[in-house]
Nanobody, 129 residues
Framework: QVQLVESGGGLVQAGGSLRLSCAASGRTFSSYLISWFRQVPGKEREFVGSVSRSGGFTYYADSVKGRFTISRDNAKNTVYLQMSTLKAEDTANYYC??????????????????????WGQGTQVTVSS
């Protein structure tokens, strides 16, 4: 079993940067593909990006490509989401999630929240314009 805890959210001005962390418990962390999703009240959860089990491959939604970077440190059981050039439309609650069944970060399955068994509690990011 894996428990995920996000941190690093907060209020930032448009154009600014923020780094989110997703800390995991459990000795099998490296066996899970990790993704970030975000959600605004009243809307469906939106895929942000994924990182492979080794950390060597990442995939991003078009809306964040070039602005967000996901990295992973399996020795620390932690995944990071570095967000730059933030926009008001990036305002959301950000969640990390772990999947044991998604094979690759670039697959359609990786973008499906139903493929993830473990979720963090979320961290709020608010971008002021």
């Amino acid at each position: 079993q894996v428990q995920l805890v996000e941190s690093g959210g907060g209020l930032v001005q448009a154009g600014g940067s923020l780094r989110l962390s997703c800390a995991a418990s459990g000795r099998t962390f490296s066996s899970y593909l990790i993704s970030w999703f975000r959600q605004v009240p009243g809307k469906e959860r939106e895929f942000v990006g994924s990182v492979s089990r080794s950390g060597g491959f990442t995939y991003y939604a078009d809306s964040v490509k070039g602005r967000f970077t996901i990295s992973r440190d399996n020795a620390k059981n932690t995944v990071y989401l570095q967000m730059s050039t933030l926009k008001a439309e990036d305002t959301a609650n950000y969640y990390c999630a772990a999947s044991a069944i998604v094979a690759s970060a670039s697959t359609v399955a990786a973008r499906d929240p139903k493929k993830y068994i473990y979720w963090g509690q979320g961290t709020q990011v608010t971008v002021s314009s």
